[in-house]
């Protein structure tokens, strides 16, 4: 019985993930600035290894601030998706006894205030 159940539902499944794809829309990347309570740790030495092709940029490691403590991003070989992209490196700001936390991109990705960010500025900058 069950099997027929399945049997019976296939083409419609098969025609729901077909027309999936149709329906998606790619979206871009959202980078959110983000406040750390502590400081990000030093920078961890990497072995860079070789370069895959000639289009490839190495992303050196970073820390990057999830939520309640640093955790280590390797570094890694990267295609930019087109030449003229540059990798823009993570930035560690102190402000106040908080650290701001903006994360790495590509220069065609936009960095926005994450409403944790809103918050906590809100809260600390008395203008």
């Known amino acids: 019985m069950f099997r027929r159940i399945l049997i019976s539902m296939a083409p419609a499944v098969l025609a729901a993930f077909s027309a ?6 790619p979206s871009s990347p959202s980078f959110e ?10 920078a961890r030495y ?5 370069r895959p092709d000639h289009d490839s940029v190495w992303i050196k490691g970073y820390w ?7 955790g280590w991003a390797n570094g890694r070989w990267e295609r930019p ?15 106040g006894k908080a650290w701001r936390y903006e994360p790495p991109h590509w220069s065609h990705q936009q960095v926005t ?8 500025k809100q809260e600390h900058h008395h203008s």
């Open 81 to 95: 998706e087109q030449p003229s992209h540059t990798w823009v490196a993570a930035r560690y700001v102190k402000e």
């Open 20 to 25: 999936a794809p149709a329906l998606a829309q």
């Open 33 to 42: 600035i983000r406040i750390a309570n502590t400081a990000p740790p030093h």
């Open 64 to 70: 990057n601030w999830e939520g309640s403590r640093w």
């Open 113 to 120: 205030e994450g409403d944790e960010y809103r918050h906590w």
């Open 46 to 50: 990497e072995q860079i290894t070789q």
